[in-house]
Nanobody, 125 residues
């Protein structure tokens, strides 16, 4: 059972990246999948989440309009489309899985029971 994140890289400010998180080893129909990011010296912070079953989305308010989360159930993959990137978006981005009976805790990294490795995003000014 694992999550595999990919798609990070170096991009100039104003550019775009699409991150992917592929799930394998089990069904995630009763889970919420989320993206968090962690900059050096900072705590892991919530970015966005999506329910696997219904596709309901949740966003950190400050990122709405620039970031879009989605999932493709057939490919067992979640995406994070990031547009108009800013240097302050630089961080390691992690995907995690949250049992949906904890749905109201989607902002809390400590509630997520499975994590993929991070994918590094660097935005140059």
């Amino acid at each position: 059972v694992q999550l595999q994140a990919s798609g990070g890289g170096l991009v100039q400010a104003g550019g775009s990246l699409r991150l992917s998180c592929t799930a394998s080893g089990r069904t995630f129909s009763s889970y919420i999948l989320g993206w968090f990011r962690q900059a050096p010296g900072s705590e892991r912070e919530f970015v966005a989440a999506v329910t696997w079953k219904g596709g309901r989305t949740y966003y950190e308010d400050s990122l709405k309009g620039r970031f879009t989360i989605s999932r493709d159930n057939a490919k067992s993959t979640m995406y994070l489309q990031m547009n108009s990137l800013k240097p302050e978006d630089t961080a390691d981005y992690h995907c995690g899985a949250l049992p949906d009976f904890w749905a109201d805790k989607y902002r809390e990294a400590s509630r997520y029971t499975l994590w993929g490795q991070g994918t590094e995003v660097t935005v140059s000014s």
